[in-house]
């Protein structure tokens, strides 16, 4: 299913660019089509998952059933992204979807976590909406084969927007798709962003040599895609490089050239960002939110650069000598290698091909080499920039390959035997130091990767005279050397071990009222229990809410996983988060007010006998506090005391009684709430801005109540309160997208209705 669905959507592609870009012989499209599967192939052709799915393993409870289910050793732990929040926030959008809600609202992260707004999840993709009609898991085979094919399509489209020849262009589609930034980070929107590179610089060459509504309609189109890939910082990245190839383009025309090149470039960018408005605008408004936000912005952006010594050129070393990564471990920089092969057409291209196109990519390749590195000057003058001084600017990195792609493409069809020589000299450069080198500090597979085919391909420039032999050998060589160096970066795993049922959780499939769930230290890995459609407390995201993260002393710790950690289930905050069970270790203590509900496998499921409702009646509130955190940490009993923003309102009062009942509904909860007195009903959602409430149909306003959560004041009776979480930046959002897609879609009906009547006439 996985193969027929990634070949349905490359061959659409195909298509599309046969019929509105470059025609493309069959020959060449059978090569695109395929050349993903060299990466990808070995997960789809056998029906495994490319995806590290055994990460989960790593952690209880399903620790414990690793040995029944022959799961691997983790292959690539820099992949824990993938298994822990990639793939659950894509079930999370699967979920929403599912129930006809706007993916809007993670209900099973961190008390209610934000999914569009969170930007990676990437909603509004088409290519992950295509990717959810396969098991989530098996999804990611798709989402990577598609993004090596788009990496593919653009880098062959941009080499022979340059005037290279078919099998020049395919020679870069290979050094771009396969080089290493590529190759791991493509389950990452970040690599999906980067993979879209060539196409938006395709396009923009496209507008400036050939101004026309069709360039700017490709150039829209792929600025979306890149909107709506998932990571606003790569859209910064590619853009700004997108914006100077503009410049750089626009130098050699005339001034009437330049002036209608700058319409249709300003028209494709702005109707770009109208048709991507419903993913912008809610990033934009939750990011403001966020810890991640304040750090960038209060201490990250303001500081300057530093200039670390020595890392610089270790990182230089590290890519022109990757076999040494091996003594790099923990080398903190993004990497930028390509191969050797492509390194040496890089440099014979710059002594021997022609057209100026190739000093504007070396010089952006050395550019973002220097900024992956760290290296000063670059580094520093970037992050004094706007917006790029709240970037990570060293994934800059991920440029280089098609800089060397492109460079490699005009080399082969300048190709001669000089070539060979330079080849030869960059063996001699690569291997000299290896030699030298301690034993055990080389990566011998990525050694041999490089020199190996490195030599071979020296040879057959300087013996085969034959290019129509040479280049499809050059060609093959490239393929195996990136085979070999990170075709393995992502494992195929039996689909049989991706999230399969256990008992532990079977008590919990029966129970209707929503709860939440938590583990003790390690176990349950956020986001492992979306998986298995359960709500965690706890929260392992990109943007955390600022409110949220300061409530974190009252009922857990930061841990050293990368989320907040909990060691002790007798904290009362946990009964007020609503978390009503819990994994822990089968031998551990049951905690007071705790019970033993099953044991498999070495872990227990127990339950919080003191558990709240995720709405209540709290007996009394304290209002207008200033640090109601310190006063939660010393809190034993939440149901007789909350604490509500309510600026010059009395410090304490009684509040209610009442009684309530929760339902889960779209994007929110109906509640009905009987109120013996005037009160507030407390919820325990993070308060997000973007919830609204309503109590008999009237719009109510929300207070934060236990310093990040939802309070709604309730009158005396009986009343229906829905509480739904919709904010006003995606309203605003999905409409101007909605607007501009259908007055687009009336445009192009009305210009191909004009084309078709004007043809009558002339018959």
Not at 211 to 224: F, G, Q, W
Not at 231 to 259: C, N, S, W
Not at 260 to 274: E, F, Q
Request: proline letters at 6%.
């Amino acid at each position: 299913m996985t193969v027929a669905l990634y070949l349905a959507t490359a061959l659409a592609l195909l298509v599309l660019a046969h019929a509105y870009i470059t025609r493309l012989s069959r020959g060449v499209a059978l090569v695109l089509l395929l050349l993903p599967l060299v990466f990808t192939g070995r997960a789809l052709l056998t029906g495994r998952v490319y995806a590290p799915v055994e990460l989960t393993y790593t952690s209880e409870p399903l620790y414990a059933h690793r040995t029944e289910l022959a799961v691997p050793d983790p292959q690539n732990r820099m992949l824990s992204d993938i298994a822990f929040q990639m793939i659950p926030w894509r079930e999370a959008v699967r979920h929403s979807i599912a129930h006809g809600e706007w993916p809007l609202l993670n209900r099973f992260e961190g008390c209610g976590d934000i999914l569009a707004g969170e930007a990676q999840p990437a909603p509004f993709s088409p290519f992950t909406l295509i990717a959810l009609i396969l098991p989530v898991a098996a999804s990611f085979g798709f989402t990577a084969s598609i993004a090596f094919f788009l990496a593919t399509l653009g880098a062959f489209l941009l080499a022979r927007e340059l005037e290279c020849s078919e099998m020049a262009s395919l020679v870069s589609a290979a050094v771009f798709a396969l080089g290493a930034p590529i190759a791991l980070q493509i389950l990452w929107p970040l690599g999906f962003g980067w993979a879209l590179f060539p196409l938006i610089l395709m396009a923009t060459r496209r507008v400036v040599n050939a101004p026309s509504i069709r360039s700017a309609a490709v150039l829209a189109v792929t600025l979306t895609l890149e909107a709506l890939a998932g990571h606003p910082e790569t859209l910064l990245h590619v853009t700004a490089i997108g914006a100077a190839y503009g410049v750089f383009e626009l130098t050699r025309r005339d001034r009437k050239q330049r002036g209608r090149a700058l319409a249709y470039a300003i028209g494709a960018g702005i109707v770009a960002l109208l048709l991507s408005a419903i993913a912008i605008l809610p990033m934009l408004d939750a990011s403001s939110q966020t810890v991640e936000h304040r750090i960038r912005t209060e201490f990250f952006a303001p500081a300057p650069l530093r200039v670390a010594a020595g890392l610089p050129r270790a990182a230089l070393l590290s890519d022109l000598l990757p076999f040494a990564r091996n003594g790099f471990r923990n080398f903190p920089m993004a990497r930028a290698e390509a191969g050797s092969i492509a390194l040496a057409l890089a440099i014979f291209a710059l002594w021997r091909a022609r057209g100026r196109e190739r000093w504007f990519f070396a010089t952006l390749g050395l550019l973002c080499l220097l900024a992956s590195a760290n290296a000063w000057p670059v580094a520093q003058l970037l992050h004094r920039l706007p917006l790029f001084n709240l970037a990570l600017n060293d994934r800059l990195a991920s440029a280089v390959p098609l800089c060397l792609a492109i460079l490699a493409a005009l080399a082969v069809d300048a190709l001669s035997d000089r070539a060979g020589i330079v080849m030869a000299g960059l063996l001699v450069t690569l291997a000299v130091p290896a030699l030298a080198m301690r034993a055990g500090s080389i990566d011998t597979p990525r050694f041999v990767a490089e020199v190996v085919p490195l030599a071979l391909a020296a040879i057959v420039v300087l013996l085969v005279a034959n290019r129509k032999i040479a280049i499809p050998v050059l060609l093959a060589l490239i393929l195996l050397q990136r085979t070999i160096s990170d075709g393995a970066l992502v494992p195929a795993n039996d689909s049989r071990i991706a999230y399969p049922q256990l008992a532990l959780f079977q008590p919990l499939q029966s129970i209707r009222e929503p709860f939440r769930i938590v583990a003790t230290g390690p176990g349950l890995f956020p986001n492992t229990a979306t998986m298995y459609g359960l709500e965690d407390a706890r929260v392992m995201t990109a943007m955390t809410l600022t409110s949220y993260d300061e409530t974190f002393p009252a009922w857990c710790r930061r841990g050293g996983f990368g989320f907040n950690q909990i060691d002790d289930l007798t904290r009362p905050m946990l009964s007020m988060l609503n978390v009503r069970f819990a994994v822990v270790p089968d031998g551990d203590p049951i905690a007071d007010g705790w019970r033993s509900v099953v044991a498999d496998h070495g872990s227990r499921l127990v339950e919080n006998t003191r558990v709240l409702p995720r709405a209540f009646v709290p007996l009394n509130i304290r209002a207008g506090v200033g640090n109601d955190v310190e006063d939660m940490v010393a809190a034993t009993d939440f149901s007789e005391l909350a604490w509500l923003d309510l600026p010059g309102a009395a410090r304490d009062a009684s509040n209610g009684p009442g009684t309530v009942a929760i339902h889960s509904r779209k994007l929110g909860f109906d509640i009905d709430a009987v109120m013996a007195r005037d009160g507030f009903v407390v919820i325990s959602e993070t308060g997000w801005r973007g919830w609204r409430a309503y109590v008999d149909g009237q719009p109510k306003k929300i207070v934060r109540a236990n310093h990040a959560f939802l309070g709604v004041f309730v009158p005396a009776g009986h009343h229906k309160v829905r509480v739904v979480y919709l904010p006003q930046a995606f309203v605003t959002g999905r409409t101007i997208s909605l607007i501009t897609l259908a007055l687009l879609i009336t445009a192009a009906l009305a210009l191909r209705i004009g084309a078709y009547a004007s043809s009558r006439r002339r018959q």
